[in-house]
């Protein structure tokens, strides 16, 4: 009797190792966050890349031409801005996915790879340069972009923004742009580096506290 409860302890015992390393393992996946206390609405995987912004005025012919947040090009070397302006300014935009090898979803306007999962979200700058733009992600919908200095040296560091870029009506009246979320980054001051942590923010605190978040870096020279 004694024999046949040691052998069904055991096995209970291995049962409950066997859950907990299973348990562990669906929080981790190639040293990325993949779960944990993120619900079925929440992102698992941030994506942040600078556009080249293919001929526009602010076309940067250092980024690579297929940027996007497939092939995300995070490095950057750019040239001041001319004082006072924001002519060379740099162009960061982002996703957030599903899962950690999501492939997310197609804009139909021009095919590119875009978010599938609309979350709050916000852009850390540190270093040289500050943060010259934060569009509101729908114009006059429900939606806000909130761009602040938070150290207070008269620089803007920090955009928060509730949700992704959505013009129009999902899948109706879409615009280039929209599923995706943007700022722009410039310097016309100091050589130096700066860089952008952008990631999920739903308390609008910052990128510190979340495992969902991903970095540029832009090297600014004279």
């Not at 209970?12 to 993120?38: E, I, N, P, R």
């Not at 509730?162 to 009246?173: F, L, T």
Request: proline fraction near 5%; hydrophobic fraction near 30%; include cysteine.
């Amino acid at each position: 009797m004694k024999k046949n409860m040691l052998t069904m302890l055991m096995v209970v015992l291995a049962a409950t190792m066997l859950a907990a390393t299973a348990a562990s393992a669906s929080y981790w996946d190639d040293g990325g966050y993949d779960g944990g206390g993120y619900g079925d609405g929440e992102p698992r995987r941030a994506v942040s890349y600078i556009n080249p912004d293919n001929g526009a005025a602010t076309e940067n012919p250092d980024v690579n031409d297929n940027s996007n947040c497939n092939t995300p090009d995070r490095y950057d070397v750019q040239k001041l801005s001319d004082p006072g302006t924001v002519n060379r300014n740099v162009h960061n935009d982002a996703c957030f996915f599903k899962g950690y090898r999501s492939g997310g979803a197609v804009s139909k306007v021009d095919g590119r790879p875009v978010s599938d999962v609309d979350a709050p979200a916000t852009f850390d700058s540190f270093g040289v340069g500050y943060i010259s733009a934060c569009p509101d992600p729908d114009g006059a919908g429900p939606k806000v972009a909130i761009l602040s200095d938070t150290n207070r040296d008269g620089r803007n560091d920090r955009c928060f923004q509730s949700g992704y870029q959505d013009q129009g009506v999902k899948g109706r009246a879409d615009v280039a742009g929209d599923f995706e979320f943007h700022a722009r980054m410039n310097n016309d001051s100091a050589t130096g580096t700066q860089r952008v942590v952008w990631g999920y923010d739903p308390d609008r605190d910052g990128t510190r506290d979340t495992w969902v978040k991903d970095t540029i870096r832009i090297d600014w020279v004279s």
